[in-house]
């Protein structure tokens, strides 16, 4: 019925201008994108022509040497090992802390909450030499384990603020139907509490893999061969004489893929968070 209504309501000017609004949003957000998809698909001529040329025979040759001469196999296969691990790892530790965090009262509760969010506020910069010295005397610079703690440090403290406030926003009430029908804590947490929290895990693995993906300072100072990932792959073909924006583009474009496919099959899982309704009052 609601949506009848709606249906049949008269369009307004506040309804036009919040379409165009949108619109010239999404076109904001998209542009740099179908830019550099055009990029990969021209020649270096018709790349580097003024102006822009918007009519040209598309060529995929640039997604050919990528493919060819930039090892983009091995940088892919870096990345996903790196992200997927911290990804994984980062939800494992911060989901537990963010249910005693949200469930839990201690003293120091809300200094130790401070210290974590602190790991959001400070550059990433700060950290690079402390990283570099401890992970080089320990012998574990250019390899994934030192990328994952690293990666960790940031993903943690986003993973606990966001999952806390998820579950402080559940009713206690579900947790002690489920400690009166016989569940123990670690029964409630893992068949009451979690379930109930799927649009946070959801959004949790999504910035916390999207972020991983990504990171390009970290990966420069702590790679040298091995553990290279894709953004650093990426900027290969990036030169103090040229830069190839045809291979870039191109590479940028391969790159982009594992994202949407991450980000499809979550959606799914964040659409059936929401639906549920376990947690209506």
Excluded at 274 to 279: D, R, S
Aim: net charge positive; with cysteine; hydrophobic share 55%.
């Amino acid at each position: 019925m609601a949506n009848t209504r709606d249906h049949d309501r008269p369009v307004t000017l506040g309804d036009i201008l919040n379409t165009i609004g949108l619109v010239i949003v999404a076109i904001v957000f998209i542009m740099p994108i179908f830019w550099a998809i055009l990029m990969s698909l021209k020649t270096r001529a018709d790349a580097l022509a003024m102006p822009p040329k918007w009519l040209f025979v598309p060529t995929f040759e640039h997604y050919s040497t990528v493919w060819s001469e930039g090892a983009l196999l091995e940088y892919t296969q870096n990345s996903l090992i790196v992200t997927l691990s911290a990804t994984a790892i980062g939800l494992m530790l911060g989901v537990p802390a963010a249910y005693i965090l949200a469930r839990r009262h201690f003293r120091g509760k809300r200094t130790l909450l401070l210290g974590i969010l602190s790991t959001r506020m400070i550059p990433p910069v700060a950290f690079i030499i402390p990283f570099f010295v401890i992970f080089t005397n320990l012998g574990l610079k250019d390899t994934y384990t030192a990328l994952v703690i690293v990666y960790l440090t940031i993903i943690l403290g986003f993973v606990i603020w966001m999952m806390r406030s998820y579950i402080v926003d559940l009713p206690i009430e579900l947790e002690e139907a489920a400690r009166i029908d016989g569940c123990e804590q670690w029964q409630t947490f893992r068949y009451v509490v979690l379930p109930s929290c799927k649009p946070g895990l959801a959004t949790s693995a999504i910035f916390s893999f999207i972020y991983a993906w990504n990171e390009f300072l970290y990966a420069m100072v702590l790679t040298n061969r091995h553990a290279k990932t894709l953004p650093l792959g990426i900027y290969n073909w990036v030169s103090y004489e040229e830069v190839r924006w045809g291979e870039l583009t191109a590479a940028a474009v391969l790159a982009m893929l594992p994202v949407l496919v991450f980000y499809l099959f979550v959606q799914r899982a964040l659409v059936r968070g929401l639906t549920m309704g376990a947690v209506k009052g």
